[in-house]
Nanobody, 126 residues
């Protein structure tokens, strides 16, 4: 059974930075792409970023490209999301999950994926 634990969220002012961590267990993490997703109050969950199992391929949503950087350490079963130049619109609960290859990582949102972790809250004030 897959288990993920997200951490690193917090409250920052606009322009600040945070680094989120996603630690996985129950799966051979190095065999999976990992995606970051977020959900703001009253909005649907959306894809933010994805990293391939080897770390060689990454993908970013248009809203975070150039500000966020995804990376992974397979020896630690951990994927990171470095978030810089944060904006109030980045305020959301952030989740991670193992996904299909990054080209299709957002497909888990439509496919009823139900092994989400508790998420980590990011609040950006103006």
């Amino acid at each position: 059974e897959v288990r993920v634990v997200e951490s690193g969220g917090g409250s920052v002012q606009a322009g600040g930075s945070l680094r989120l961590s996603c630690t996985t267990s129950g799966i051979p993490t190095a065999d999976y792409a990992i995606g970051w997703f977020r959900q703001a109050p009253g909005k649907e969950r959306e894809g933010v970023s994805c990293i391939s199992n080897t770390g060689r391929t990454t993908d970013y949503s248009a809203s975070v490209k150039g500000r966020f950087t995804i990376s992974r350490d397979n020896a630690k079963n951990t994927v990171y999301l470095q978030m810089n130049s944060l904006k109030p619109e980045d305020t959301a609960t952030y989740y991670c999950a193992p996904t299909p290859p990054c080209t299709y990582y957002t497909h888990i949102l439509r496919d009823g994926y139900d092994s989400w972790g508790q998420g980590t809250q990011v609040t950006v004030s103006s």
